[in-house]
């Protein structure tokens, strides 16, 4: 099984500011890895995949990067509603798809 | 557009079974594949189960599997999930969502969830 793991688990920004979230992979997923955004009593919603595509209807400001082991989603100007826990998940080895723990980011 | 619809949770007592169903729509449900995700109270998202677009293919959790069955319906665009065995440690909303091919891949879509709650 492929352990995703994130960091940090919280992310204190404020509005305006640059977000850099990352995501490690216990061995290579190639570019086979997806960013989740939730918001509070939500459901989680695809922001990019192939580690830098951005999904139907993701703002610019949402980019992602990487490949292999090591991953960074950032929000280059954080807006009120980015605030919310990030998922990163690898859909390479499979079963099972795993995700990572999350990282949550919130306003400073 | 896309819309998943889950309905079935609801509280039931340790060792007792439950069906979830995941009604689809906006889509050619046949042609995808599709999963069960869930999420504890507080916790992250941890994927439950997974059924190939022809019912061909089916993958459990190691925690859940044994006790879970995942089926679909094409004819009616629903996904189910049959829990049976269930434990204080189920309880989670559970989500369906949607794969981005026939098999394997990214969940491009999510429902809004349903909650199960596992209590004496």
């Known amino acids: 099984e492929i352990v995703m793991t994130q960091s940090p688990a919280t992310l204190s920004v404020s509005p305006g500011e640059r977000a850099t979230l990352s995501c490690r992979a216990s061995?290579?997923?190639?570019?086979?890895l997806a960013w989740y955004q939730q918001k509070p009593g939500q459901a989680p919603r695809l922001l990019i995949y192939?580690?830098?595509t951005r999904a139907t209807g993701i703002p610019a400001r949402f980019s992602g990067s990487g490949s292999g082991t090591e991953f960074t989603l950032t929000i280059s100007s954080l807006q009120s509603e980015d605030f919310a826990v990030y998922y990163c998940?690898?859909?390479?080895?499979?079963?099972?798809?795993?995700f990572g723990q999350g990282t949550k980011v919130e306003v400073k | 557009q896309v819309q998943l619809v889950e309905s079935g949770g609801g509280v039931v007592q340790p060792g007792g079974s439950l069906r979830l169903s995941c009604a689809a729509s906006?889509?050619?449900?046949?042609?995808?594949?599709m999963h069960w995700v869930r999420q504890a109270p507080g916790k992250g998202l941890e994927w439950v189960a997974f059924?190939?677009?022809?019912?061909?293919?089916?993958y459990y959790g190691d925690s859940v599997k044994g006790r879970f069955t995942i089926s679909r319906d094409n004819s009616k665009n629903t996904l189910y999930l049959q829990m049976n065995s269930l434990r204080t440690e189920d309880t989670a909303v559970f989500y369906c969502?949607?794969?981005?091919?026939?098999?394997?891949?990214?969940?491009?879509?999510w429902g809004q969830g349903t909650l199960v709650t596992v209590s004496s």
């Open positions: 969502a949607k794969g981005d091919s026939g098999y394997g891949g990214r969940f491009d879509y």
């Open positions: 906006g889509f050619t449900f046949s042609t995808y594949a």
């Open positions: 059924i190939r677009s022809d019912g061909t293919n089916k």
């Open positions: 061995q290579s997923v190639s570019s086979n």
């Open positions: 192939a580690a830098s």
């Open positions: 998940q690898q859909y390479n080895n499979w079963p099972p798809w795993t």
